[in-house]
């Protein structure tokens, strides 16, 4: 018997990564004007961004139910799984985690365990990965709950951001800051720290955003073989240069994933997402 892995959807595993690795996923509810769905699999990035552009469709998101936890949970554990370890998105951020936990008291204590990457996108898809390592490996279940602690507890998230606006809206980040970004048309730089978007500095174009973008991974990465993803949100070709930039800036890294964000996140970052994800070396 062997421990399952579960994460949500804005983990944005690279396609097939989840498959391959043996990930069991939760999709978030998007709503965009009248259509629901699921993140990642009845709605996309190019839905979001098209909704995004339509001033008159609202869009917005929700955690999964406590009860399709429990009913994923019943269905590892009755499949064969001997422990259920579930990583999620930070409880700062979304729902998410307090509705996994919720649903983890339905059973024997010690058979699901639920874990708070204090991240999303690969910052929380990279302890998903350590995690489903370690469940392969054969890890009892408070094992493989630790290999994804300690690498949620290194990943470092940086992203650039058109407009602060969506952030905003979503209550993700201070209203003030939002009006601050807009007013001096800067291309906004932040950061996921303590399980919060937080503002790091401001820069004054997008090439320059990118620059640091490279600059602050290069700086977390330090000299060892760091794991590094690209994020975007239609903005392919800059995605593919970031990556080839890291390359050549980190040549001792990984090699570099690259995935596009889904709705949720892109709900509240918006068009134009570009971001960095690094995992040092222990």
């Known amino acids: 018997m062997t421990v399952a892995v579960l994460t949500d959807s804005t983990s944005y595993l690279p396609t097939g990564l989840a498959a391959r690795h043996g990930i ?32 008159s469709t609202a869009v917005g998101t929700s955690r999964p139910a406590p009860a399709e936890f429990t009913a994923r949970y019943r269905e590892l554990l009755d499949g064969g799984a001997s422990e259920v370890v579930s990583i999620h998105l930070s409880r700062r951020l979304s729902g998410t985690w307090e509705a996994a936990r919720i649903a983890a008291d339905d059973f024997d204590p010690g058979l ?10 690969m910052g929380l898809g990279f302890a998903v990965l350590a995690a489903a390592r370690a469940a392969a490996a054969g890890c009892l279940g408070a094992q493989v709950e630790d290999a994804a602690a300690k690498v949620a507890a290194r990943s470092r998230v940086f992203f ?11 209550g ?6 939002a009006w601050l970004g807009s007013a001096l048309a800067v291309k906004p730089v932040l950061h996921v720290t303590d399980g919060l978007i937080e503002p790091l500095e401001k820069v004054r174009t997008a090439a320059r955003a990118m620059t640091r973008l490279v600059e602050l991974a290069a700086q977390a990465a330090g000299s060892g073989p760091a794991e590094l993803a690209v994020h975007h949100l239609g903005a392919a070709d800059r995605a593919e240069e970031l990556v080839h930039r890291l390359a050549a800036q980190l040549p001792a890294a990984e090699p570099c994933l690259l995935s596009e964000v889904g709705a949720v996140l892109g709900a509240h970052a918006g068009p134009g997402l570009l971001g960095v994800v690094v995992v040092p070396p222990a």
């Open 24 to 55: 069991h996923v939760v999709a978030l509810r998007v709503s965009l004007g009248q259509r629901l769905g699921r993140d990642t699999v009845d709605v996309g990035p190019a839905d979001v961004t098209a909704a995004l552009a339509d001033p």
């Open 112 to 121: 699901v365990r639920v874990v708070d990457s204090r991240s999303t996108g």
């Open 160 to 170: 650039c951001v058109d407009s602060l606006e969506h952030l905003r809206r979503g």
């Open 172 to 177: 993700r980040i201070g209203a003030a800051t």
